[in-house]
């Protein structure tokens, strides 16, 4: 089954939002076996709006539209939709009475007509329960294509696909399965790892298909299986997985697109009742921010200091001014004596560093642009690493990010 999610609104054409919703509906599908075949955003132009509803028709099993479902004159989707269905609004009691009740109870205020007119859909359509706002979703059908229409409001819309949308397709339509397994892999490059596993994935069953995600200093490599028989392929990408694993099992840190690094590093840190801290400098605070955006790091994060200008590396860290000095900023010796220096503050068992020149100026250094150095203070002592990560600036931030966690999950592994 094929879908095509359709995105209205100029504000999305003109970059002043990001369109996050599209991403949302497609995981959701893909998750019941329902492939989605495009996503296209349109303006809020009626015709515009017609013409793609015509251009989809029997082409694709559903259309799923967010967006033009708001109170005020700019929003035209129901308008459109009685034109395309040759339909007229009519008063939803029920949702009427959810409108009001919402208005009085969390505005605190007499609803307006206005809010009372969210009420007003289609005579037609099925309407799609929003109890978390107020403009219901709709569900039309003409010839072989089911329209859906659903807020843009990005809470509204998970609601109605969780508890509406999702649950009448897998009650209404038989559907194939849709697996995947995603494979992260840290420190090689996508070609790199292509060449490594060249064989592997010439001998692919057709069902299965292969791709690359790329992304500095990481690659995902997600397996997609499609069939009717949900058992055949479990087992087969279970298989390839296992054998893949024989092949490039030094770069695999976890599995499955909420199995990344650190989370993997979280899980090692706790299970050895090890801590960690940060100090950074060239990358910002991103190391920082990627280990506390897994749940339960405060159970080993202790902390981090952002020491962007080189006194207060001095200050904070107690960098010796006489090394920077005389061996410049960026350099593995001042990388050093941060991880330390952070190690000591915070009272961690590892500690992270980095120094460095992301770009575009050089700054307080000279060493070349691109360049950074990473320490990793460890229970048993401290290494340091330098490498060039090039340009632009957000791929040497990114790089280095990846690298250090790199570096740490093989010292930690060491004690595993």
């Known amino acids: 089954m094929k879908a095509t999610i359709v995105t209205i609104g100029d504000e999305i054409l003109i970059g002043q939002i990001i369109d996050t919703n599209s991403g949302f509906i497609a995981k959701a599908l893909d998750r019941i076996g329902v492939q989605t075949h495009e996503l296209l955003s349109i303006s809020d132009n009626k015709q515009h709006i017609l013409d793609t509803f015509a251009s989809l ?144 994935e010439n001998r692919l069953p057709e069902f299965i298909k292969l791709a690359y995600l790329p992304a500095p200093g990481r690659v995902r490599l997600r397996l997609t299986g499609r069939g009717t028989n949900k058992q055949i392929l479990e087992n087969t990408i279970n298989e390839k997985v296992h054998s893949l694993a024989k092949i490039i099992g030094d770069i695999i840190v976890g599995f499955d697109e909420d199995e990344t690094i650190e989370v993997v590093l979280g899980r090692l840190l706790t299970q050895q009742g090890k801590t960690i801290s940060t100090a950074e400098s060239c990358s910002g605070g991103k190391i920082a921010q990627e280990l506390t955006s897994v749940a339960g790091a405060s159970n080993y994060f202790r902390g981090g200091v952002v020491t962007y200008a080189t006194d207060t590396k001095v200050s904070i860290l107690g960098v010796s001014q006489k090394t920077i000095e005389e061996f410049s900023v960026v350099s593995a010796e001042v990388a050093t004596q941060m991880a330390l220096g952070v190690q000591n503050l915070m009272k961690s068992d590892y500690a992270i560093a980095t120094t460095g020149n992301a770009g575009p100026s050089k700054g307080d250094a000279d060493a070349t642009i691109g360049t950074v150095f990473i320490a990793l203070a460890t229970p048993n002592g401290i290494l340091v690493e330098e490498f060039n990560f090039g340009q632009p600036r957000e791929k040497v931030i990114d790089r280095t990010v990846n690298k250090a966690f790199e570096l740490l999950q093989k010292e930690i592994l060491k004690n595993v």
């Open 57 to 200: 028709q029997n082409k694709v099993d559903f259309v799923i539209i967010t967006g033009g479902l708001g109170p005020t004159k700019d929003d035209i989707t129901k308008h459109t939709f009685c034109e395309y269905f040759n339909d007229t609004l009519v008063i939803n009691k029920e949702v009427e009475t959810h409108v009001i009740e919402l208005i009085e109870s969390v505005m605190k205020r007499p609803a307006s007509q206005m809010n009372k007119d969210q009420a007003l859909v289609p005579s037609k359509c099925q309407v799609l329960f929003n109890k978390v706002g107020t403009a219901p979703g709709m569900w039309m059908k003409k010839e072989n294509t089911v329209y859906i229409s659903l807020p843009g409001v990005p809470y509204e819309m998970k609601y109605i696909v969780e508890n509406e949308i999702i649950p009448k397709i897998v009650n209404e339509y038989k559907r194939p399965y849709i697996l995947h397994k995603t494979i992260m892999t840290y420190g090689q490059g996508e070609s790199l790892v292509a060449e490594r596993i060249e064989d592997w």
